[in-house]
């Protein structure tokens, strides 16, 4: 990563500067530091600090200078059989939309699939709406990466907080434990 100073420049978006993730633990959930202090990748995952009333998507795009195919979403499913509700995280560039009723139903051998209820999601994850993010999920969730996030050069995902980003290569975002790349996730 190239350095100015002793600051580390974004590589992508207008930030004033990015710091590695576990040198800000304030702009990362409780969760996410967790996880990133077990995860070999966590050199390479960089975090900047944002204005959470830009947290959404297409605000955060405009006033941040990240297209929408450079950011992506996690988002939060839960998949219903009978009595049993299994959740799951898709992680999809803003571009696109994950394909919920298809490729997320029949993965989760669900008869029917939705997005979670954003009390379901918030309380699960333990992070805040509009900052939820597949590093730290809970033990046992399905994380399940579009092909086209994993192909990016660098990317910005949630920090599990409304203010703060992480912004990430694709490959290493694929290296999380449990995650796994799948093509047609998203369309």
């Not at 379901?120 to 990466?145: D, F, K, N, R």
């Not at 999380?176 to 998203?186: F, K, M, S, T």
Request: hydrophobic share 50%.
């Amino acid at each position: 990563m190239p350095t100015i100073t002793g600051m580390t420049a974004a590589p992508i978006g207008r930030f004033e500067q990015a710091w590695p993730a576990l040198d800000r633990e304030d702009l990362v959930a409780p969760p996410v530091v967790a996880a990133l202090r077990g995860f070999a990748g966590a050199d390479q995952v960089l975090v900047v600090d944002t204005d959470p009333d830009n947290a959404d998507t297409a605000v955060f795009g405009e006033v941040y200078g990240v297209p929408p195919e450079l950011s992506a979403n996690c988002v939060v499913v839960a998949g219903r059989r009978g009595e049993t509700t299994t959740m799951a995280a898709c992680v999809i560039l803003a571009s696109t939309r994950a394909d919920v009723n298809g490729v997320v139903r029949k993965r989760l051998n669900a008869r029917k699939a939705s997005f979670a209820p954003m009390d379901a999601a918030v309380s699960e994850t333990g992070m805040e709406y509009g900052g939820i993010t597949p590093i730290g999920l809970p033990a046992g969730w399905p994380l399940w990466i579009d092909a086209a996030v994993a192909d990016s050069a660098w990317v910005v995902i949630g920090s599990g907080r409304r203010r703060g980003k992480i912004l990430i290569a694709g490959k290493v975002l694929a290296q999380i434990a449990g995650a796994e790349v799948v093509p047609d996730l998203a369309n």
